[in-house]
């Protein structure tokens, strides 16, 4: 049975927890935006894109890039936002918007694995995830699944149950 957790709580998202052993004890989640484009892979073109979004005042949160051959591919993740696509393709940029989900774990070894075999024993894939510690209580985790909707309600579930 699942007892509320008392430690940090986040601000914003859906909170969920639970102090039973060997389950995600905390978790926030919610849906974000990610929208992905190609970069040329020179200098500063990194800061002119990124430059858009301060401009309009949308926070980045997330970020992730990698090399191929002589061009960039940047994902930036944000809240649901409509402005930010209509920015991006008044800029000159031709994206991909796709649906992510933004996660809050407790900073531990393990916490990984009891998300993803959660999601795996309910056959949903993660196609792409990144994330970042700060070394303080949480984790934060951006993940693009094969259905979000139901990894939403397969995590509510099992941090319910």
């Excluded at 008392?6 to 909170?15: I, N, T, V």
């Excluded at 191929?68 to 940047?74: E, K, T």
């Excluded at 920015?87 to 796709?98: K, P, R, S, V, Y």
């Excluded at 995830?129 to 303080?136: D, E, L, M, R």
Aim: net charge negative; charged share 20%; with cysteine.
């Amino acid at each position: 049975m699942a007892v509320p957790y008392q430690g940090l709580c986040p601000s914003d998202g859906l909170a969920y927890g639970c102090a039973v052993s060997g389950e995600l004890k905390f978790m926030s989640m919610k849906a974000v935006n990610q929208y992905t484009v190609f970069l040329p892979n020179i200098p500063g073109a990194l800061s002119k894109f990124v430059e858009l979004f301060a401009k309009e005042g949308v926070n980045i949160i997330g970020i992730a890039s990698e090399i191929r051959d002589d061009s960039g591919i940047v994902r930036v993740a944000v809240e649901a936002d409509r402005k930010v696509s209509h920015m991006l393709t008044n800029a000159g940029f031709t994206t991909i918007e796709t649906s992510m989900l933004a996660l809050e774990l407790p900073d531990n070894p393990g916490e990984l694995l009891r998300l993803t075999k959660i999601l795996g024993k309910n056959d949903i894939n993660i196609t792409t995830v990144y994330g970042t510690s700060s070394g303080g209580s949480r984790a934060r985790l951006l993940l693009n699944v094969s259905d979000s909707d139901k990894a939403m309600e397969v995590l509510k579930a099992e941090l319910e149950s």
